[in-house]
């Protein structure tokens, strides 16, 4: 970025390298977090937590909105007791063909959504490489590509979902 500026280059040029770079809020190596009313958009990454998972930490977030993002939430550790996001709305850059949700293979823990929205048309709204135990209370689900749920060997619970899906069935991935 400071060669952008050096060098004079224009606006769109700037905006572009801070699109592409940008990570909006990174979390690690914290204990005991509570974000809150936060809005992000066109970032690389919204929202990044990247936890060890020996850390005894509660972590809420209640409404987040990350929208217009190539990835809008990686979990890429967490501590043992999880996360919990409510009322809160993800949209990623429909653009990108990116995921909404990416949970890294290191998360183990719990990962709660309760009242949660899940919009745009993401490749999967839900993509795990994990085996956490993911939970999604009263959530709706917009449209998706690929899949809604792209989870290898995780557990799952969906309780009073709404699927918008135009035409698609809601579908889960391979396992």
Known sequence: APQIFAEGTG??????????????????????VT??????????????FNVPIQR?????ASEINVSYTDLPVY??????????????SFRPNNDAGADTVEIGADVTAPVIFSACTFAGQPRAVIDADNTSFISFYHCNFGTWWNVCFDMQGDTF????????????KAALGQN
């Open 35 to 48: 974000l809150n009313r936060i809005s992000v958009e066109n970032a690389a990454v919204g929202l990044l």
């Open 56 to 60: 005894d930490s509660l972590l809420l």
């Open 157 to 168: 619970l969906a309780v009073s979902p709404v699927f918008k899906t135009q035409n698609k």
């Open 11 to 32: 606006y769109s040029q700037m905006t572009e390298y801070l699109h592409e770079n940008m990570h909006a809020v990174i979390l690690e190596t914290v204990a005991d």
């Open 75 to 88: 979990l890429q550790s967490l501590p043992a007791t999880g996360l919990c996001f409510s009322d809160s």
